[in-house]
């Protein structure tokens, strides 16, 4: 009897568990990090698994709030079933603790703003950007990509 509960149940359970634990990666080589706009939830959790956090983010208006779920690979905002926000380390071959001027050879010209920049990327459903939030010592401090008409 034990062996079957063991063969039958446990085993299986176990190896379920174990897979979870295992499912978190990062976005693949080669692949294009906006591709993950629109996603939904079953998708981005097929992919990544349970997330490692999951918190909320307000906005001005009702509309605008998100639910986040952090993975190693970064943050998802998600809103109305799909992933419409990334926020990731590095992306694009730029990362987070690069200057204005690496930035700048890597993206080419982007829009300035106080204490961010903006560059156009090609978008297949929707306009897409990417915001690159600048600390105090002009270093980036967060890379986000998003749906602009959103």
Same mark, same amino acid.
């Given at each position: 009897?034990?062996?079957?509960?063991?063969?039958?149940?446990?085993?299986?359970?176990?190896?379920?568990?174990?897979?979870?634990?295992? =499912? /978190?990666?990062? +976005?693949? !080589? @080669? /692949?294009?990090? $906006?591709?993950?706009? @629109?996603?939904?939830?079953?998708?981005?959790?097929? *992919?990544?698994?349970?997330?490692? /956090?999951?918190? $909320?983010?307000?906005?001005? =208006? =009702?509309?605008?709030?998100?639910?986040?779920? +952090?993975?190693?690979? @970064?943050? %998802?905002?998600? %809103?109305?079933?799909?992933?419409?926000?990334?926020?990731?380390?590095? $992306?694009?071959?730029?990362?987070?603790?690069?200057?204005?001027? +690496?930035?700048?050879?890597?993206? @080419?010209?982007?829009?300035?703003?106080?204490?961010?920049?903006?560059? /156009?990327? !090609?978008?297949?459903?929707? !306009?897409?950007?990417? *915001?690159?939030?600048?600390? =105090?010592?002009?270093? $980036?401090?967060?890379?986000?990509?998003?749906?602009?008409?959103?």
């Amino acid at each position: 009897m034990k062996k079957l509960l063991l063969k039958n149940l446990f085993l299986p359970l176990l190896v379920c568990l174990g897979g979870m634990g295992f =499912a /978190q990666t990062d +976005v693949q !080589p @080669g /692949q294009d990090p $906006a591709e993950l706009i @629109g996603v939904t939830l079953t998708d981005l959790i097929g *992919r990544f698994g349970v997330p490692k /956090q999951v918190y $909320a983010v307000r906005g001005v =208006a =009702a509309w605008q709030d998100d639910v986040v779920f +952090v993975y190693d690979a @970064g943050e %998802f905002y998600i %809103f109305g079933n799909r992933v419409w926000q990334l926020m990731f380390r590095s $992306a694009y071959n730029i990362k987070e603790g690069d200057n204005r001027a +690496v930035v700048g050879r890597v993206m @080419g010209e982007g829009r300035n703003f106080d204490g961010y920049t903006l560059f /156009q990327l !090609p978008g297949k459903a929707w !306009p897409v950007m990417l *915001r690159v939030n600048w600390d =105090a010592s002009g270093r $980036a401090a967060g890379i986000y990509i998003y749906r602009s008409d959103f």
